[in-house]
Protein backbone atom coordinates (compact mmCIF):
# COMPACT_ATOMS: atom_id res chain seq x y z
CA UNK A 1 0.00 0.00 0.00
CA UNK A 2 1.44 3.09 -1.11
CA UNK A 3 0.98 6.14 1.50
CA UNK A 4 0.67 9.39 -0.22
CA UNK A 5 2.53 12.98 1.22
CA UNK A 6 1.91 15.90 -0.02
CA UNK A 7 4.42 17.14 -2.01
CA UNK A 8 5.98 13.55 -2.56
CA UNK A 9 5.25 11.26 -6.10
CA UNK A 10 4.40 7.89 -5.85
CA UNK A 11 6.54 5.05 -7.46
CA UNK A 12 5.31 4.18 -10.86
CA UNK A 13 2.39 1.83 -10.82
CA UNK A 14 2.04 0.03 -13.85
CA UNK A 15 -1.28 -1.40 -13.02
CA UNK A 16 -3.38 1.37 -14.63
CA UNK A 17 -6.56 2.01 -12.28
CA UNK A 18 -9.74 2.76 -13.66
CA UNK A 19 -9.27 6.58 -12.24
CA UNK A 20 -6.31 6.82 -13.34
CA UNK A 21 -7.53 6.09 -16.82
CA UNK A 22 -10.36 8.60 -16.50
CA UNK A 23 -7.67 11.20 -15.89
CA UNK A 24 -5.61 10.40 -18.56
CA UNK A 25 -9.22 10.16 -20.69
CA UNK A 26 -10.73 13.50 -19.65
CA UNK A 27 -7.13 15.35 -20.02
CA UNK A 28 -7.09 14.21 -23.66
CA UNK A 29 -10.46 13.43 -25.19
CA UNK A 30 -9.82 16.89 -27.19
CA UNK A 31 -6.71 15.59 -29.03
CA UNK A 32 -6.60 14.78 -32.76
CA UNK A 33 -4.47 12.82 -34.60
CA UNK A 34 -2.41 10.97 -31.89
CA UNK A 35 -3.58 8.75 -29.10
CA UNK A 36 -1.63 7.67 -25.74
CA UNK A 37 -1.74 4.49 -24.56
CA UNK A 38 -0.60 4.01 -20.68
CA UNK A 39 2.32 1.76 -19.66
CA UNK A 40 2.62 3.17 -15.73
CA UNK A 41 1.87 6.09 -13.84
CA UNK A 42 2.67 8.19 -10.92
CA UNK A 43 1.21 10.58 -8.60
CA UNK A 44 1.90 13.51 -6.72
CA UNK A 45 -0.61 15.23 -4.15
CA UNK A 46 -0.70 18.76 -4.11
CA UNK A 47 -3.81 21.14 -4.52
CA UNK A 48 -4.96 18.87 -6.40
CA UNK A 49 -3.20 15.83 -7.69
CA UNK A 50 -0.24 15.88 -10.45
CA UNK A 51 -0.26 12.63 -12.93
CA UNK A 52 2.60 11.44 -14.86
CA UNK A 53 1.93 9.13 -17.36
CA UNK A 54 4.60 7.10 -19.26
CA UNK A 55 2.41 6.31 -22.75
CA UNK A 56 3.30 5.22 -25.96
CA UNK A 57 1.74 7.39 -28.32
CA UNK A 58 0.31 6.97 -31.93
CA UNK A 59 0.19 9.60 -34.54
CA UNK A 60 -3.19 8.65 -37.01
CA UNK A 61 -0.98 7.99 -40.10
CA UNK A 62 0.64 4.56 -40.98
CA UNK A 63 4.50 5.60 -41.62
CA UNK A 64 4.79 7.12 -38.12
CA UNK A 65 6.13 4.87 -35.95
CA UNK A 66 4.82 4.84 -31.72
CA UNK A 67 7.26 6.25 -29.81
CA UNK A 68 7.84 6.70 -25.65
CA UNK A 69 6.14 9.92 -24.23
CA UNK A 70 5.58 11.35 -20.78
CA UNK A 71 2.00 13.07 -20.00
CA UNK A 72 2.09 15.35 -17.45
CA UNK A 73 -1.55 15.94 -16.35
CA UNK A 74 -2.87 18.31 -13.72
CA UNK A 75 -6.38 17.24 -12.01
CA UNK A 76 -7.75 20.03 -9.54
CA UNK A 77 -9.50 19.45 -6.67
CA UNK A 78 -12.52 20.54 -8.89
CA UNK A 79 -12.92 21.08 -12.48
CA UNK A 80 -11.53 19.23 -15.58
CA UNK A 81 -7.83 17.55 -15.53
CA UNK A 82 -5.56 19.13 -18.21
CA UNK A 83 -2.54 18.45 -20.28
CA UNK A 84 0.47 20.12 -18.62
CA UNK A 85 3.34 19.21 -20.82
CA UNK A 86 4.09 16.21 -23.12
CA UNK A 87 7.56 14.87 -23.13
CA UNK A 88 9.21 12.55 -26.10
CA UNK A 89 11.60 10.36 -24.65
CA UNK A 90 14.55 9.65 -26.73
CA UNK A 91 17.28 7.41 -26.31
CA UNK A 92 20.76 8.80 -24.36
Known sequence: MTTELAGGWTPFDYEITGAARA????????????????????TQ?????NYCFLCTGQVSHPVVPPYPVLVSIFKPLSGKAHISEITRIKPQ
Open 23 to 42: VLKEATEDIIGVTYTPSAFA
Open 45 to 49: VVAGT
